[in-house]
């Protein structure tokens, strides 16, 4: 009878194992602020490197085969022309917007709650420690490229050049626009991996896919 009873908990808990490990994959995701940088700051290998991390992290979460782009504007170019038209959606199914014009009006989801990384865990936000809401764009509102505002393309990690950031919590120091803007709240206070925690950062930044 013991080893009945033994069996069918080992059972159980490979179930549960195995239904742990299928809950953190998300094929038909197509969007995720990653769970990590590239760890060299704002230099994230350009918006090659970037793409590349994007893909490598979906993978993860099986959804490696979609193009992902990250959603990063240089000098010449817009982070909203690199994404497609959508609908895009997190691991947990929420579609955070259906269109570019919805992603770029006050009706997107993208919040604490929505804005997940690849594997669908919630990104450190104001009021955690440490605080992880700094999320690299070098876009205005429109996500349009902000001239100068990009850790020189995304190839530095440099002190003195900046890079601007959205909240993906929508949170910030003052209750205005930009505080709760998911992509354009404020540059940087560097573009090193020991700067961009000085403003709430840590070289994150959000991942499309095309559709």
Known sequence: MNRLVTAIAAAGLAIGFAQGAAAQMAPDMTFFITSVGPGKGGDL??????????KALAATAGAGDKTW???LSTDSVNARDRIGDGPWQN????VIAANLAELHSPANRISKANGLDERGNPVNGRGDSPNRHDILTGSNAEGMAVAGMNCRNWTSSGADDKGFVGHHDRIGLRDDAPSKSWVASHPSRGCGADDLPKSGGNG???CMAVQ
């Open 45 to 54: 290998g350009g918006l090659a490197g970037a793409d590349a991390h994007c």
């Open 69 to 71: 782009r990250a959603y």
């Open 91 to 94: 691991a947990k199914g929420v």
């Open 204 to 206: 994150l930044f959000y």
